[in-house]
């Protein structure tokens, strides 16, 4: 019996061992950029990564010498208005599929399945061909109109619309409810996960958007922060190095606690997604 | 779309249902599809049908530097393009590139998840250090990365500087910066892969277990001849996932080696976008663009059987 014990203890220990290595390697990218963040320039390009000359002064640099406030507010309102949007109209797409009966119903839903099959890295070409010929070019409009909705968001949503139980439309028939009202009394609020789901998911999505962005947006008006961190980059003459990590530790800090806060909706969102 | 699919087969079933549900056709139904499906229908319309469209249309055409198209060759591009050996490279390197991402995402996440689903004090504390990767976005990732493949004064220079090992130039060998690509990619997938795995490591009914450890059976042998079949499908899921992910790679590489050096990590959406907005051949990008929505509408369409078994199920 003390030898199953030994046994038992020296197996945990091991898992412990284990499971610390894996975060420090898992962690260590970050900890290197935000330590090198709080070092002068100066002290990384020497290698002297041991320095104590400690400071803030990178962050300061980077919010007072650089538009990164700009980048995050420009991206801040397009992920916003691009999440709104999605629910509004994702949603609305689904209520048609799920409780709507009308002519073509298959074919159209067809269609938004094959959406869900086409890269739009493959449609760049057309898509800046017509967002330049509305004049949209270096415009939030431009990063927001191509996303408005998405046929991945229709399909997550109708899954959940589905599970909505059958009393419920009996019982709004039944008060009389016509279909905007069922639709935004009943139905929207019962599915509440799903839409919390969704508008992280097209949140976050927005926000790491890259390739698009670098096409139609040139100037800081309208530059997203993903871009604007290479532009930071490539700016530079001699790499400040300190301040370009300042600038990845301010933007990498708060998705990193929406994620946290968040991570009971995104798991549970996640794998039924992954189920139904 | 699968629930309603088996009932496709059955007619009278069908019919059966709506009955009971009281749907029929009628106008009003039509007026409000119209206006609750119209928004969407317009974007889609505009914004993934039409380009896709006019972007097999190009294909087949040769192109000005205006973009307008000149003279129809049907197939031509195609036929150019596949035995042009700048792109059989390309695409040699695009699948090293994704098998190496998919293998390595999946067996490291799968190490993690199995790690994490111990019934160990304090566990919750790795499961979400684990899964932090998720909220890293490409730059973000790339400016981390940058800094540790530096040659002069990065961290893994400082490395070998510390025990006197020869410096690795990780961005100006073209093998390294491969590795330095995929590194950055598996480093970045590991979070939600991660969490996944973990979720269907979880849903395992514990009673296999037990009966396992009764019979004495190694835990090694429980994780190959339980875990690993049980969770099959979602580790199927997962791949997919990633395959599609990594044929569609652009942002790391343009951050990280611009394509090179010497077009090592000249990927398929890189060659996408240079084609068509640094040299402004837009029949070769639009041919490039086609195959790769081969490539991803068939990976796709593997992921909705995988989703068909498990509605049905």
Same mark, same amino acid.
């Given at each position: 019996m003390a030898n199953f014990d030994e046994s038992a203890i020296l197996k945990r220990v091991f898992s412990y061992i284990l499971l610390i290595a894996l975060a420090v390697v898992i962690l260590a990218p970050f900890f290197i950029g935000i330590w090198a963040s709080f070092l002068p320039t100066m002290d990384i390009a020497?290698?002297?990564l041991f320095s104590t000359n400690v400071s803030f002064n990178n962050y300061v640099s980077a919010f007072t010498k650089t538009p990164i406030l700009r980048y995050l507010a420009n991206t801040v309102?397009?992920?916003?208005?691009?999440?709104?949007?999605?629910?509004?109209?994702?949603?609305?797409?689904?209520?048609?599929?799920?409780?709507?009966?009308?002519?073509?119903?298959?074919?159209?839903?067809s269609l938004f399945l094959i959406t869900m099959m086409l890269p739009f890295e493959a449609e760049?070409?057309?898509?800046?061909?017509?967002?330049?010929?509305?004049?949209?070019?270096?415009?939030y409009a431009a990063l927001i109109i191509p996303f408005l909705t998405s046929a991945f968001g229709t399909f997550m949503l109708r899954q959940s619309f589905m599970q909505?139980?059958?009393?419920?439309?009996e019982a709004s028939d039944i008060e009389g409810l016509n279909h905007f009202q069922f639709y935004w009394h009943i139905v929207l609020p019962y599915n509440k996960i799903s839409m919390i789901t969704l508008g992280a998911y097209s949140f976050l999505g927005a926000w790491n958007q890259y390739l698009w962005p670098m096409l139609t947006t040139f100037s800081n008006n309208s530059r997203v922060i993903q871009?604007?961190?290479?532009?930071?980059?490539?700016?530079?003459?001699?790499?400040?190095?300190?301040?370009?990590?300042?600038?990845?530790?301010?933007?990498?800090i708060p998705t990193i606690i929406v994620l946290f806060v968040g991570q009971h909706y995104f798991k549970s969102g996640m794998n039924e997604g992954a189920v139904k | 779309m699968l629930k309603t699919s088996t009932t496709d087969v059955v007619p009278e079933k069908k019919v059966q249902a709506k009955?009971?549900?009281?749907?029929?056709?009628?106008?009003?139904?039509?007026?409000?599809?119209?206006?609750?499906?119209?928004?969407?229908?317009?974007i889609l319309g505009l914004f993934v049908f039409y380009p896709m469209i006019k972007t097999l249309y190009i294909s087949m055409f040769l192109t000005n530097t205006l973009g307008n198209t000149t003279v129809f060759v049907g197939l031509g591009n195609y036929v150019k393009l596949?035995?042009?050996?700048?792109?059989?490279?390309?695409?040699? @390197? !695009? $699948? &090293?590139?994704?098998?190496? @991402? !998919? $293998? &390595?995402?999946i067996a490291l996440g799968l190490l993690l998840a199995n790690l994490a689903s111990q019934k160990l004090p304090g566990i919750s504390i790795f499961r979400t250090l684990y899964s932090v990767t998720m909220g890293v976005s490409v730059s973000v990732a790339a400016i981390f990365w940058l800094f540790i493949f530096n040659p002069s004064t990065g961290f893994f220079a400082l490395m070998s500087g510390w025990f006197n090992l020869p410096v690795v130039n990780w961005l100006t060998s073209p093998a390294n910066a491969m590795w330095a690509v995929i590194i950055t990619t598996v480093w970045m997938n590991l979070g939600f892969t991660f969490l996944i795995l973990l979720g269907a490591i979880e849903s395992v009914p514990r009673t296999l277990y037990e009966a396992a450890d009764v019979e004495g059976v190694s835990s090694r042998y429980q994780f190959f001849h339980i875990t690993i079949p049980m969770i099959s499908p979602t580790l199927f899921f997962v791949s997919t996932i990633t395959i599609i992910g990594a044929f569609k790679s652009f942002g790391l590489i343009d951050l990280i080696t611009k394509g090179g050096p010497t077009n090592a990590t000249n990927m398929l959406v890189y060659r996408i976008y240079k084609d068509a907005f640094y040299s402004g051949n837009y029949a070769k990008s639009s041919t490039e663009a086609i195959i790769l929505t081969v490539i991803i509408a068939f990976f796709t369409l593997l992921q909705f059987k995988f989703l068909e078994k498990k509605v049905n199920y």
């Open positions: 020497k290698g002297d309102v397009i992920a916003t208005v691009t999440m709104f949007a999605q629910l509004i109209f994702c949603s609305m797409s689904a209520y048609a599929f799920v409780f709507l009966k009308f002519k073509y119903q298959k074919t159209i839903f760049i070409i057309p898509n800046f061909a017509t967002i330049k010929s509305m004049g949209l070019l270096d415009n909505t139980p059958a009393e419920l439309k871009n604007g961190l290479k532009q930071l980059q490539s700016e530079e003459t001699f790499n400040d190095w300190g301040m370009i990590q300042a600038s990845a530790a301010i933007i990498v | 009955q009971r549900q009281g749907f029929k056709l009628n106008a009003k139904d039509k007026y409000y599809a119209s206006i609750f499906l119209g928004p969407s229908l317009l596949i035995s042009a050996p700048d792109f059989i490279s390309s695409m040699m @390197v !695009t $699948i &090293l590139y994704v098998v190496a @991402v !998919t $293998i &390595l995402t």
